[in-house]
T-cell receptor
Framework: QKEVEQDPGPLSVPEGAIVSLNCTYS??????FMWYRQYSRKGPELLMY????GNKEDGRFTAQVDKSSKYISLFIRDSQPSDSATYLC?????????FGTGTRLQVFP | GAGVSQSPSNKVTEKGKDVELRCDPI?????LYWYRQSLGQGLEFLIY????????KSGLPSDRFSAERTGGSVSTLTIQRTQQEDSAVYLC??????????FGNGTRLTVT
């Protein structure tokens, strides 16, 4: 079993939809949780960063962490075609950072 | 300011040749990471440098892979006797303290 599981998609939604991206994990030592966005032929860029259970909001993006269920989510409201990218979850304990395989999102006009 | 810079952006090499990939981290970042990203796969950790400490090489897939970081700044990842399975995007990232990683755009390596 992988330490971090992420549905690879692809996920295709119409513009304006609410998107939910999810990851589950098995290592209860993970303390820091991140979402990265990766456009084609670019490096991943940090989107959201949190180290506690609960919700964190930044504009149209909300990151949710449920440590009791070992489950994290990224919600995108009013999705735009420019949101089309691969979204990678990542989490770490003190020593190591583990990435999910990424979910490919396509938002069509 | 400038982000993480990687060169070359693309590299095509013949099987059996050696290649060197370069990473310039963000100025002042003490930690530097190399990851490999294959099609449909997540980011695979390769090696981690933190300041003057001995690097964590636990992710290097074979002894054909090595990396060094000179003067606590620029890093070079070397792959000797390349194989077709080495074809992937090699990503470098840097960070400072507990801050999240900042990635470069990667080097796309194709071994023919």
């Amino acid at each position: 079993q992988k330490e971090v599981e992420q549905d690879p998609g692809p996920l295709s939604v119409p513009e304006g939809a609410i998107v939910s991206l999810n990851c589950t994990y098995s290592n209860s030592a993970f303390q820091y949780f991140m979402w990265y966005r990766q456009y084609s032929r670019k490096g991943p860029e940090l989107l959201m960063y949190t180290y506690s259970s609960g919700n964190k909001e930044d504009g149209r993006f909300t990151a949710q962490v449920d440590k009791s269920s070992k489950y994290i989510s990224l919600f995108i409201r009013d999705s735009q075609p420019s949101d089309s990218a691969t979204y990678l979850c990542a989490m770490s304990d003190v020593d190591k950072l583990i990435f999910g395989t990424g979910t490919r999102l396509q938002v069509f006009p | 300011g400038a982000g993480v810079s990687q060169s070359p952006s693309n590299k095509v090499t013949e099987k059996g040749k050696d290649v060197e990939l370069r990473c310039d981290p963000i100025s002042g970042h003490t930690a530097l990471y190399w990851y490999r990203q294959s099609l449909g796969q997540g980011l695979e950790f390769l090696i981690y440098f933190q300041g003057n400490s001995a690097p964590d090489k636990s992710g290097l897939p074979s002894d054909r892979f090595s990396a060094e970081r000179t003067g606590g700044s620029v890093s070079t990842l070397t792959i000797q006797r390349t194989q077709q399975e080495d074809s992937a995007v090699y990503l470098c990232a840097s960070s400072f303290g507990d801050s999240p990683l900042h990635f470069g755009n990667g080097t796309r390596l194709t071994v023919t």
